[in-house]
Nanobody, 122 residues
Framework: QVQLVESGGGWAQAGGSLRLSCAAS????????MGWFRQAPGKVREFVAR????????YYADSVKGRFTISRDNAKNTVYLQMNSLKPEDTAVYYCAAGPVTTSVAERYNYWGQGTQVTVSS
C-alpha cells in the first residue's frame, strides 16, 4: 500500500521559512515524479514544484521560483520542500504527490498525501 505522509507544516511570519517533508513508502518510486501542490481556501489546487525521483531534475511554479527548493533523499525515501521568504499568499494546505509522468497537472498524479497546513502571517 502506497503511503505519502507530509510533515513540517505550521505557522510562520512573512519572510520566514518552513521545511516540509514527504515520507514515501509502499513501492519503488524510481522513474516517478514527486510533486508538491497547494490549495488555499476557496481556490483550486495549484502546482508548486516537482522533482524526478531518478534524475533529480526540478521544476517550479513562477510564484515560488527563487524562494522554494524541492529536493529528495533516495536513501530515506523522502522528498522535501524548503520554503524561504514566505508570503501571506503562500498560506494553504500543501500536498505531496507521486506519479509516473513528468507533469505539473494534478490529475496525472496517482498518489497523494493527506496534506499539511502552512499559515503565513503578515
Amino acid at each position: 500500500q502506497v503511503q505519502l505522509v507530509e510533515s513540517g507544516g505550521g505557522w510562520a511570519q512573512a519572510g520566514g521559512s518552513l521545511r516540509l517533508s514527504c515520507a514515501a513508502s509502499g513501492r519503488t518510486f524510481s522513474g516517478y515524479t514527486m510533486g508538491w501542490f497547494r490549495q488555499a481556501p476557496g481556490k483550486v489546487r495549484e502546482f508548486v514544484a516537482r522533482i524526478s525521483w531518478s534524475f533529480g531534475s526540478t521544476y517550479y511554479a513562477d510564484s515560488v521560483k527563487g524562494r522554494f527548493t524541492i529536493s529528495r533523499d533516495n536513501a530515506k525515501n523522502t522528498v522535501y520542500l524548503q520554503m524561504n521568504s514566505l508570503k501571506p499568499e503562500d498560506t494553504a494546505v500543501y500536498y505531496c504527490a507521486a506519479g509516473p509522468v513528468t507533469t505539473s497537472v494534478a490529475e496525472r498524479y496517482n498518489y497523494w498525501g493527506q496534506g499539511t497546513q502552512v499559515t503565513v502571517s503578515s
